[in-house]
């Protein structure tokens, strides 16, 4: 609880590493170890290139989460809202009200509390990544493209959100439906003399 005097106030920063958690896919100490350099949002896309966790700035988890990614037009609005006027390359994205990286595990009781207040289930900060995933699962996007944008192998995702693929992210042959032997060209399928007479390759 505050103490006496102490006063509340919005601190848009954390509403927008909030959003970014939610509509990117970016684990939270990706997020939290973003510099300005790492912006490009004429582009709409961000390079994660560093991780930032237990006050302790350092490489990616993976070589492959070293990565662009991708950005909604309404996030790359949010983050031209919180950055100053004028900006240099190494400074943070997300910072606390001290001007600090936001470290994840500290900002956890925000986001707790903020969950109490609304009468939900507490759940870690981790879980806006995987509310991404099975969002973008069901949205049915490609899985090369998922993998890009989280830094993860789809044998990983397919193993821990395996119930939110749908049957088209089974198989890509599906999409070829419309164009399968037998309806691309009629009802009549072609069949190649050597294969007439019950003879085979």
Same mark, same amino acid.
């Given at each position: 609880?505050?103490?006496?005097?102490?006063?509340?106030?919005?601190?848009?920063?954390?509403?927008?590493?909030?959003? !970014?958690?939610?509509?990117?896919?970016?684990?939270?100490?990706?997020? =939290?170890?973003?510099?300005?350099?790492?912006?490009?949002? &004429?582009?709409? %896309?961000?390079? *994660?290139?560093? =991780?930032?966790?237990?006050?302790? &700035?350092?490489?990616?988890? &993976?070589?492959?989460?070293?990565?662009?990614?991708? !950005?909604?037009?309404?996030?790359?609005?949010?983050? %031209?809202?919180?950055?100053?006027?004028?900006?240099?390359?190494?400074?943070?994205?997300?910072?606390?009200?001290?001007?600090?990286?936001?470290?994840?595990? =500290?900002?956890?009781?925000?986001?707790?509390?903020?969950?109490?207040?609304?009468?939900?289930?507490?759940?870690?900060?981790?879980?806006?990544?995987?509310?991404?995933?099975?969002?973008?699962?069901?949205?049915? *996007?490609?899985?090369?493209?998922?993998?890009?944008?989280?830094?993860?192998?789809?044998?990983?995702? $397919?193993?821990?959100?395996? $119930?939110? *693929? =749908?049957?088209?992210?089974?198989?890509? !042959?599906? %999409?070829?439906?419309?164009?399968?032997?037998?309806?691309?060209?009629?009802?009549?399928?072609? &069949?190649?003399?050597?294969?007439?007479?019950?003879?085979?390759?």
């Amino acid at each position: 609880m505050p103490g006496r005097g102490t006063q509340r106030r919005p601190h848009p920063p954390y509403y927008v590493y909030l959003h !970014l958690l939610f509509w990117t896919g970016l684990r939270p100490s990706e997020a =939290s170890g973003l510099q300005v350099g790492d912006l490009n949002l &004429t582009r709409e %896309r961000l390079h *994660v290139q560093r =991780s930032h966790h237990a006050y302790d &700035t350092g490489d990616p988890k &993976t070589g492959s989460a070293d990565r662009w990614v991708e !950005l909604f037009p309404q996030t790359v609005t949010l983050l %031209r809202l919180i950055l100053p006027l004028h900006v240099k390359p190494e400074q943070w994205v997300f910072t606390t009200m001290r001007g600090q990286p936001i470290e994840p595990k =500290s900002f956890s009781e925000h986001w707790y509390n903020a969950q109490r207040a609304l009468g939900l289930r507490v759940r870690g900060l981790y879980c806006t990544k995987d509310t991404f995933v099975t969002t973008a699962l069901q949205a049915g *996007v490609k899985q090369a493209w998922l993998e890009a944008q989280t830094g993860v192998a789809w044998n990983t995702l $397919k193993r821990h959100y395996g $119930k939110w *693929v =749908s049957p088209d992210n089974e198989s890509e !042959l599906a %999409r070829f439906t419309s164009y399968a032997p037998g309806t691309l060209f009629g009802n009549k399928i072609a &069949t190649p003399r050597l294969l007439q007479g019950g003879k085979s390759l």
